[in-house]
């Protein structure tokens, strides 16, 4: 009979040698759990890397822009205090715009609360004005500006509140250098006043330019309107003047040219540069 005890033991050494491999699980009961939930983990975060995407930028949008819609607001919260009592003053404007002759006797019965109003419509009017413009830079300028929307609206209407200041200052100068301070009192105040009445006008087509996807080109279009017939009736006054004063007719081209015309096509080009240069960070370099 042949000896079972070799072969037995060649059985058990074999055996032992096949199940004494290096990847052991440790004695620790939790060690199986563990490495089952490390594989899940390492599994799932491989899935989502091969089938992760970052998409497309949203475009810009006024609508979005938080600094616009705290100025807007902040315009339509003094807009309201100043005509809770009816539309009195409005009225009052636009008497003096078209009747320059009743300036004198309105100029003495003004009080600091006029004033007041009258100055935070003009800025209400340099606001309004400067977010329309970035509006139709936005809509209408196919270059790629990267810039802070808030800022390039804040230098907007910097550039447009220095330019009307310039403005009421040449007045000023030209009123000494003619020995006509009277009259250009009279000028600067109807200048003053249309400006007002485009603060008032221009508050709803601003909206309506931010907030409507509808109807652009005619709301610029309306707001240009309302622009233009404010500049004829400072025209008006102005060829007024010249024939009264029996100045020649050049003189008059002249002048509307120089001081009337050539200002707002310098002021449109600098807001032009302002809008496709990034002037804070030119500056800070």
């Not at 100029?107 to 100055?119: A, E, M, P």
């Not at 008006?236 to 002249?254: D, S």
Request: charged share 15%; glycine share 4%; net charge neutral.
């Amino acid at each position: 009979m042949k000896d079972s005890i070799p072969y037995i033991n060649s059985i058990v050494v074999d055996s032992l040698a096949t199940q004494d491999s290096l990847p052991q699980q440790n004695f620790s009961p939790f060690g199986a759990e563990m490495a089952k939930i490390v594989t899940a983990y390492t599994e799932k975060d491989s899935k989502v890397d091969t089938s992760r995407h970052y998409g497309s930028k949203l475009p810009f949008s006024m609508e979005n822009t938080d600094g616009v819609f705290v100025l807007i607001l902040f315009c339509f919260l003094c807009f309201t205090h100043i005509y809770n009592g009816g539309i009195s003053f409005l009225k009052e404007n636009l008497s003096l715009l078209f009747r320059s002759e009743k300036e004198k006797r309105i100029h003495k019965q003004t009080t600091v609360k006029d004033i007041l109003y009258g100055y935070f419509l003009v800025f209400q009017a340099i606001v309004l004005i400067a977010i329309c413009v970035y509006d139709v830079f936005v809509e209408y300028d196919s270059s790629e500006v990267a810039h802070t929307p808030f800022l390039t609206v804040v230098t907007f209407i910097l550039a447009i509140g220095l330019f009307l200041g310039a403005k009421d200052f040449i007045y000023k100068i030209i009123g000494y250098i003619f020995d006509q301070q009277k009259l250009m009192r009279t000028w600067r105040r109807v200048f003053v006043v249309s400006i007002e009445i485009l603060g008032v006008l221009y508050f709803i087509p601003t909206l309506l330019l931010i907030y409507s996807n509808y109807y652009h080109l005619e709301i610029l279009v309306f707001m240009l309107l309302l622009f233009l017939i404010v500049q004829i009736t400072l025209f008006y006054q102005i060829i007024i003047f010249f024939v009264n004063q029996k100045f020649n007719f050049l003189y008059l081209i002249a002048y509307l040219c120089t001081f009337e015309i050539l200002p707002y096509i310098f002021l449109s080009t600098g807001l032009i540069y302002l809008y496709r240069t990034d002037i804070f960070n030119t500056l800070w370099l």
